[in-house]
């Protein structure tokens, strides 16, 4: 009984650390003890759980926990920042797929005690067998293994049926009284396909909303999962995460003026319509380029995924630095939802070394562009296109967005003149006064300053 | 365990969840992504419990999966997160 009251206490303590470090992450302060905190909480709650009575195939346990414990450890370490939000993704999603594996277990064993537990244990089956297949698909995506759109023939009917057959299968486990296991089969099957296809169609700015979404169903699981095992530690971590994370959905896609429902089922590329935008876009050699920002009095920094893309934000600060030595006054403008995660571009910049002082919200910055000589758009698109304050018909008409087009003048760094991500044609691009500088933001933004320091001398 | 006790603890920890999160910079929205993956981790204890108590193969093998996922989420979670933080700590120095 000692033993027992231990473990009770441990899994007290370890929800009670699980909070506190999320709260401490909640503030640039305390953001580094609060993962630390969480994380002590994390080794209490492993190692008394090796103390529980009755626990069989200990071999096996610490075979799988060191073998996928390392294994994400070394892959984490070593993956580059850029590459951070499809590395949240994967990790989410074999959260989930483990959530779903514990009610598989469960199933296995045929102990089901009263429909309650039955209908939690099907449903955190659900949800985590959902975010596991949804997460990986879109880790493929993001990380370029899969092509970046793909859409069945009447795709919304197919999700709303499939996801129809697959609680209604559901519903049969819950209500059948043994355990079938065909049906039980079947049904994780279901609810794999599910998330997989799901997730299929979504692209561009939608994905970091998406992860988040994930990430909020596979703390649901695990609640519920908590709630089957019969451990109020994982049911608090759970459903806090799911709560955080949900909010944390919603903020996202108010950001980005789109419902979640949009999200889901309105793909942008898909959505289509806009109008056609009329001229050409006019290019800008690096030389020119350089001289605009380096004869400006103010710069203001549009970052987006390209830059990230290119491992950029090193090169950019630098030009920064230079930039402000020659007497210009250099600031970043930041779109909630630039690049594929919320603060996706914050974090990038930060590791670049880039003051926070520099750094502005949309909020905070919009009303300055009008002032700035220079715009400087760098793998930034949807976030910048005007079109969605002027063309109703645009899919992402009505989305707040950086007002770059207000400055003197633009200049667009680019790869090529293809629409981007998402597939909406910009009409900033096609401005009098916006000028395009091809090429990677890396190699770009590493000509601009070799003339930017031969004008200096 | 009792459902209305259970059902107490998941109104509570929803409401937990949503005040600890309200009023967080837009900057930390990403290392909180992160954070709040790294704490779901924690499913890894549910998944050892789970293979603790497993005896045919088909639960052994299920189990296996089920603790190697969640170490995975939990160890990775840790990683990732931390080094996002770490880039915010050597701000404060400078």
């Known amino acids: ?307 990230a893309v290119a491992g950029a934000q090193h090169k950019v600060w630098e030009m920064s630095e230079l930039l402000e030595e020659a007497g210009v006054e250099v600031v970043f403008a930041i779109h909630p939802v630039a690049g594929r995660m919320p603060g996706h571009m914050n974090v990038l910049l930060a590791e670049a070394g880039v003051p926070y002082e520099k750094i502005f919200d949309l909020e905070e910055i919009n009303a300055d562009f009008a002032q700035a000589d220079v715009a400087l758009v760098i793998g930034a698109n949807d976030v910048v296109n005007p079109s969605a304050r002027t063309d109703k018909s645009s899919p992402i008409y009505g989305m707040p967005i950086l007002n770059a087009d207000m400055a003197q003048n633009v200049i667009v760094v680019k790869r090529g003149k293809g629409t981007g991500y998402s597939g909406i044609e910009n009409a900033l691009f096609y401005k009098d006064n916006t000028r395009l500088l091809y090429g990677s933001a890396q190699q770009a933004i590493g000509e601009v300053i070799q003339h930017v320091k031969a004008m200096s001398v | 365990m009792d459902g209305m006790l259970a059902l107490y603890i998941f109104m509570l920890a929803a409401f937990t969840g949503y005040e600890v999160i309200s009023r967080v910079p837009v900057i930390l929205h990403t290392p909180l992504m992160s954070g709040s993956n790294f704490v779901h981790g924690v499913v890894l204890v549910g998944g050892m419990i789970a293979l603790g108590q497993a005896e045919t193969p088909l639960e052994q093998a299920i189990g296996f999966v089920a603790v190697l996922l969640g170490a995975a989420n939990a160890a990775g979670g840790y990683v990732v997160t931390e080094r996002m933080l770490a880039m915010f700590k050597s701000k404060e120095k400078n």
């Open chain 1, 1 to 307: 009984m000692a033993i027992k009251w231990l473990i009770d206490a441990s899994y007290f303590v370890a929800a009670i650390l699980f909070i506190l470090g999320l709260k401490g992450m909640s503030s640039p302060v305390s953001a580094r003890k609060g993962i630390v905190w969480a994380g002590v909480g994390m080794v209490l709650a492993t190692v008394v759980t090796f103390l529980t009575p009755g626990m069989g195939n200990m071999l096996l346990m610490v075979i799988a926990i060191g073998l996928g414990g390392v294994l994400a450890w070394v892959s984490g370490k070593r993956v580059a920042m850029t590459d951070m939000p499809q590395m949240v993704a994967i990790y989410n999603g074999m959260g989930g797929g483990a959530a779903a594996a514990i009610a598989a277990v469960e199933f296995a064993r045929g102990e089901m005690h009263g429909t309650v537990v039955t209908l939690l244990a099907t449903l955190g089956a659900l949800i985590g067998a959902v975010s596991f297949s949804g997460s990986v698909v879109a880790w493929a995506k993001l990380q370029g293994v899969m092509n970046k759109a793909f859409r069945l023939p009447a795709q919304n009917a197919v999700n709303v049926v499939l996801a129809l057959v697959t609680v209604g299968f559901g519903a049969a486990i819950v209500i059948a009284p043994q355990v079938d296991p065909m049906l039980v089969g079947a049904f994780f099957v279901l609810a794999l396909v599910l998330g997989a296809v799901i997730t299929l169609p979504i692209g561009g700015a939608d994905m970091p909303v998406v992860i988040s979404l994930f990430n909020a169903f596979t703390g649901l699981a695990v609640g519920f999962e908590g709630f089957v095992m019969g451990i109020p530690a994982l049911i608090i971590a759970g459903i806090v995460v799911g709560a955080a994370g949900t909010l944390l959905t919603q903020l996202m896609a108010k950001a980005m003026n789109r419902p979640i429902s949009n999200i889901l089922f309105v793909p942008m590329a898909a959505a289509g319509g806009g109008e056609a935008v009329e001229g050409e876009q006019k290019e800008v050699g690096a030389m020119d380029a350089a001289a605009m920002m380096r004869y400006a009095s103010k710069v203001i920094i549009v970052p987006g995924y390209g830059m």
